[in-house]
């Protein structure tokens, strides 16, 4: 890879991550990963309406055995006074 680019990256020229959606609307959006003992996660944030999912269904679905976990998730946006403004979007597996 280039200087500064790390192996599947997936950055853009610009050192951001953008999906596109549609056939050529950009959306920036914003990663991270996380693992714990056997489970791995992928976390995407992305500028919308509030809406947070789990797998493809509704995190407070998922969470529905302890509403806590998901509060702790979503504290950070509501901090900052984002929730109602960025989607969150994870995907789990173990």
């Known amino acids: ?3 500064g680019k790390k192996w599947g990256d997936g950055r853009s020229e610009d050192g951001n991550w953008y999906m596109t959606i549609g056939k ?3 959306i920036q959006y914003w ?5 714990r003992k056997t489970m791995i996660a992928i976390v995407r944030i992305v500028e919308g309406t509030g809406q947070f999912t789990v797998n493809g269904n509704d995190a407070i679905k998922h969470f ?4 806590v976990w998901w509060f702790m998730a979503c504290e950070p946006l509501c901090a900052v ?6 989607d969150i979007i994870a ?3 173990k």
């Open 1 to 3: 890879p280039e200087a």
């Open 24 to 26: 050529d609307q950009k």
């Open 31 to 35: 990663q991270g990963m996380g693992r």
């Open 64 to 67: 529905a055995g302890n509403p």
């Open 81 to 86: 006074s984002k929730k109602n403004s960025m």
């Open 91 to 93: 995907k789990a597996w």
